[in-house]
């Protein structure tokens, strides 16, 4: 892999002028992993509605210096699924000299949820692209409804938080086991750490690997989670350290751990910067911070057991 030097002098793919808030986890997400392809190679990007979407692609303005297909929630999977293959006949035709790749970024709306079903088609079929989930936890564009990627507790606007409710009740589902379970070349999970490389390394495993491969990036929003904007690299390190948000891989069917806190911190540590979690820390709500770290813990024990730790 290329030193962080020489990846940021890559040219940018994603460039400003956009309309993304200030200090959205979304187009950090989405700027370095286009940031792990060769200068050399081209992209085809598909992107769920969202709002990496609406924010960066408003006909005829475009914040994309690469190919770029809107898509609805539903169907990134399926059309960039098509258009690779699409790539491949013309490829072999000869009609085709330059090299590709095949880039779809989704909200966790679009991809826990309304896009599902196609991203599981073209992971099963194993195209060869690359589906990237940036998860911010809630469906951020419409207005910070709930999705089967928030996490127990938080406070939406489809799960309020008041006298008779504590905000979603459901745990958050473990997506990058599921697409695992596929049994794809690879799956990496991380967030913004340090200097970024271990985004940068999985961005690059993932675009140069052959077949389908898929990211999960959790990519925090100041708004939904209601922390002052300048701590998204704190609010990652959190996510990190208290293994809400461990960092990891499966290559070809080998669970790797890529970082083990030395002394994990409770999930108190993450959940009470988030405005979404204050209700939990009134006097009386004890049980449900531990009913939490219970849930933290068992994940975390599992995923040791899958690494083999």
């Avoid at 370095?32 to 769920?48: F, G, Q, R, S, T």
């Avoid at 708004?223 to 390190?237: A, D, F, H, S, V």
């Avoid at 208290?242 to 891989?249: D, G, H, N, S, V």
Wanted: proline content about 4%; overall charge neutral.
């Amino acid at each position: 892999m290329a030193n962080f030097k020489e990846i940021m002098e890559r040219p940018e793919r994603l460039t400003g002028g956009h309309r993304m808030c200030a200090g959205c986890g979304g187009t950090i997400a989405a700027r370095n992993v286009l940031k792990a392809l060769k200068p050399e190679d081209k992209a085809v990007i598909a992107n769920a509605t969202g709002c990496l979407e609406v924010s960066t692609f408003m006909y005829p303005y475009t914040a994309w210096t690469d190919s770029y297909i809107h898509n609805a929630f539903e169907n990134a999977g399926a059309t960039l699924s098509g258009v690779e293959a699409a790539y491949n006949v013309m490829k072999r035709k000869g009609k085709l000299d330059d090299t590709h790749k095949f880039i779809a970024f989704g909200g966790d709306g679009g991809t826990y949820d309304i896009g599902f079903q196609s991203l599981s088609g073209a992971m099963e079929r194993n195209h060869d692209l690359v589906y990237v989930c940036y998860d911010n936890g809630a469906y951020m564009n419409t207005g910070i409804q709930r999705s089967s990627a928030t996490p127990m507790y938080a406070d939406t606007t489809t799960t309020p938080t008041g006298k008779v409710s504590n905000g979603k009740m459901q745990n958050r589902k473990d997506l990058a086991e599921i697409i695992a379970s596929h049994h794809i070349p690879y799956v990496g999970q991380t967030t913004f750490i340090g200097n970024f490389s271990d985004l940068h390394a999985k961005a690059e495993k993932a675009i140069y690997t052959k077949g389908a491969a898929f990211l999960n990036i959790m990519a925090p929003c100041p708004r939904g989670w209601r922390y002052p904007t300048e701590n998204i690299m704190e609010m990652c390190k959190l996510g990190v350290e208290t293994c809400y948000w461990p960092l990891f891989e499966v290559i070809d069917g080998k669970w790797i751990l890529n970082y083990k806190p030395k002394d994990k911190k409770p999930i108190e540590d993450f959940l009470k910067p988030q405005g979404r979690f204050k209700h939990l820390f009134k006097k009386g709500n004890e049980h449900l911070i531990e009913q939490f770290q219970k849930e933290v813990d068992d994940r975390w024990e599992q995923l040791l057991k899958f690494c083999e730790e």
